[in-house]
């Protein structure tokens, strides 16, 4: 079993910067392949960025390409989401997830999840 805390949310402004952390506990972490959500006011939760167990394969929502970066530390059991120019529709609560299936986009594909963060970017 995975526990998983994110943490790094908060308010910036348009065109500034955040990273996101997502700190998991448990030996088996370095096993999953992990993903980043989120969900806004009203909207259904949706794939951010994921990223295998080795960290060697990374994969994007068209809305993040360019401007999101994920990456892991299996030393530190730790996933990490930078965040680049940032937009008023990237305001959301920011979620990690893990999950056994590489190249996951579904949510319901995601066995653990993390309590969320939340990302204000203001115009």
């Known amino acids: 079993q995975v526990q998983l805390v994110e943490s790094g949310g908060g308010l910036v402004q348009a065109g500034g910067s955040l990273r996101l952390s997502c700190a998991a506990s448990?030996?088996?972490?370095?096993?999953?392949?992990m993903g980043w959500f989120r969900q806004a006011p009203g909207k259904e939760r949706e794939f951010v960025a994921g990223?295998?167990?080795?960290?060697?394969?990374?994969y994007y929502a068209d809305s993040v390409k360019g401007r999101f970066s994920i990456s892991r530390d299996n030393a530190k059991n730790t996933v990490y989401l930078p965040m680049n120019s940032l937009k008023p529709e990237d305001t959301a609560v920011y979620y990690c997830?893990?999950?056994?299936?590489?190249?996951?986009?579904?949510?319901?594909?995601?066995?653990?999840w993390g309590q969320g963060t939340q990302v204000t970017v203001s115009s």
């Open positions: 448990g030996r088996t972490f370095s096993s999953y392949n």
């Open positions: 990223i295998s167990w080795s960290g060697a394969s990374a």
């Open positions: 997830a893990a999950s056994s299936h590489i190249w996951a986009t579904s949510r319901t594909l995601y066995d653990y």
